[in-house]
């Protein structure tokens, strides 16, 4: 006698394939984030910076060594970050340095307000902790009142909680 396949055997049978499939990306995707390169530093999120006023700018990072993990790989203590601003690409120029606090609670990011700059200016930054630098970010201040010259463009980047509906702010404001 032929072996029927009842619509009960076929919802099993496909319930077993759909979960195993399921599984192995779970487990493919955990090898995955374990196959991050470690020992890239504390960096690993790289630098950004924005708010540019004709005075001013503001400089941000992240410390996670492991972005994927919890608290991006960092022990719930919060940590002083230097961060130096520079007229040139070689850092050679500093024009102001300070320390920031990187707070465990807002996840271990940076806001750097950075006063006291050149109008319409390119500086580049940076972050160090310890041993670990940042790569080098570059950014500029707005122009000065006045100012008419090609005109000025912007770009505008953030974070969105999606399923919440509203746009989140996170990290704290330093000097």
């Not at 004709?54 to 991006?72: E, F, I, K, N, Q």
């Not at 006291?116 to 080098?136: C, K, M």
């Not at 090609?150 to 330093?174: D, I, L, N, P, R």
């Amino acid at each position: 006698m032929l072996n029927m396949i009842t619509r009960r055997k076929l919802l099993a049978f496909t319930g077993r394939f759909g979960a195993q499939a399921f599984l192995s990306s779970l487990f493919l995707g955990k090898a995955f984030a374990q196959g991050i390169d470690k020992g890239r530093g504390l960096f690993t999120l790289g630098v950004a910076s924005g708010d540019p006023f004709p005075d001013g700018v503001v400089l941000w990072t992240r410390l996670a060594p492991d972005p994927l993990s919890t608290r991006g790989g960092m022990d719930k203590i919060s940590v002083n970050v230097n961060w130096e601003i520079a007229t040139d690409q070689n850092m050679s120029e500093i024009v102001q340095r300070g320390t920031a606090l990187a707070h465990a609670d807002f996840g271990h990011s940076v806001h750097v307000e950075v006063d006291g700059l050149e109008a319409n200016q390119h500086y580049w930054y940076r972050f160090r902790v310890g041993p670990d630098t940042s790569p080098i970010g570059r950014t500029r201040t707005a122009p000065g009142a006045g100012f008419v010259e090609g005109g000025v463009k912007f770009a505008v980047a953030s974070c969105q909680h999606y399923e919440q509906g509203y746009y989140t702010a996170h990290g704290h404001m330093a000097n």
